[in-house]
């Protein structure tokens, strides 16, 4: 069986479902449903991979907090390796507050542990997949050593996927520099938009390949994926799924594109499993009820 490790950010959730907007400066509302979840991009993948079956190890920082307590926690009961997280004293994990409503998703985001440039990434050991996930969620990954840890893990022959995970400025620099090294870009419709600069999805993705991406993975929502490569690109459609919550829907399409992987499936396939599993995940609001649906795929 292939061992997978996740390196990125963990984060615990602050759900609210339901909301027409965001609120206005000094109005409140209120939410229909609410969770708090342990999650953050690393935290979803590892927890999509494990229900799988796929034999998965994290790495990211957490804090000495009570919630970075329950995010290991939560992440042990459910099949994740946690042995590898740094544990940064005198602070606390991740947080974000994600507000749903009905065409959107918006966060409010304290980074806390992952926002400390000293944290160290470990050496891979026996893995055959490396996921860097959350990527501009993680001032760490952006340092110096950082990036060249990231470099280091281009030059084994295990394959290196990175998921950007868009956020607030800082990261674009130290994002060009791993470009080279990333055999697979896991990225939205609207990033690779950004990052190729260009509006047809093809065409950015092929810029990104240009700069030295193998290939570029693109989460197109109901379109499905787009696979673009130095052949290409192809279309993976997806089957129509009622959205009752899209938070982490794109980790969760990782995890299923990387177990298929971890069995030698081709990248269509893997495209296919990644709609799969990312479709299971938005149809239910629950991470349990997400994790479960998940694990029936199997």
């Given at each position: 069986m292939s061992e997978v490790l996740v390196v990125g950010d963990a984060i615990v959730d602050f759900v609210f479902e339901d909301v027409d907007r965001v609120p206005d400066p000094g109005e409140e509302m209120v939410a229909s449903r609410f969770e708090v979840r342990p999650g953050g991009s690393a935290g979803y993948a590892s927890l999509g991979l494990a229900a799988q079956d796929?034999?998965?190890?994290?790495?990211?920082?957490?804090?000495?907090?009570r919630l970075s307590e329950q995010w290991l926690t939560f992440m042990s009961e459910h099949g994740v390796d946690t042995e590898m997280?740094?544990?940064?004293?005198?602070?606390?994990?991740?947080?974000?507050?994600?507000?749903?409503t009905d065409t959107d998703r918006?966060?409010?985001?304290?980074?806390?542990?992952a926002g400390n440039t000293s944290v160290e990434i470990p050496d891979s050991g026996t893995a055959d997949i490396?996921?860097?996930?959350?990527?501009?969620?993680?001032?760490?990954?952006?340092?110096?050593?950082?990036?060249?840890?990231?470099q280091k893990l281009g030059e084994r022959e295990a394959p290196v996927l990175l998921d950007t995970n868009w956020s607030p400025s800082g990261w674009r620099e130290a994002f060009e520099e791993v470009l080279p090294s990333i055999d697979y870009l896991l990225v939205n419709d609207t990033e690779v938009r950004r990052l190729g600069e260009a509006t047809a999805i093809p065409a950015a993705g092929s810029a990104l390949v240009e700069r030295g991406v193998g290939t570029c993975i693109v989460k197109a929502g109901e379109e499905g994926c787009i696979v673009v490569d130095n052949d290409g690109f192809e279309t993976v459609p997806t089957d129509f799924t009622e959205t009752v919550d899209t938070c982490g829907?794109?980790?969760?399409?990782?995890?299923?594109?990387?177990?298929?992987?971890?069995?030698?499936?081709?990248?269509?396939?893997?495209?296919?499993?990644?709609?799969?599993?990312?479709?299971?995940?938005?149809?239910?609001?629950?991470?349990?009820?997400k994790l479960s649906s998940i694990e029936a795929l199997s």
């Open positions: 796929v034999d998965v190890r994290v790495s990211t920082p957490v804090g000495a907090d997280v740094n544990r940064v004293p005198g602070t606390g994990i991740s947080t974000a507050a994600a507000i749903l918006s966060f409010v985001t304290y980074r806390g542990a490396v996921l860097v996930s959350g990527f501009a969620q993680a001032p760490y990954l952006w340092s110096d050593d950082g990036v060249a840890s990231i829907a794109g980790d969760f399409f990782n995890a299923g594109f990387i177990s298929a992987l971890s069995e030698g499936k081709s990248v269509t396939k893997a495209a296919r499993r990644g709609n799969l599993v990312a479709g299971e995940a938005i149809r239910v609001f629950s991470i349990d009820d």
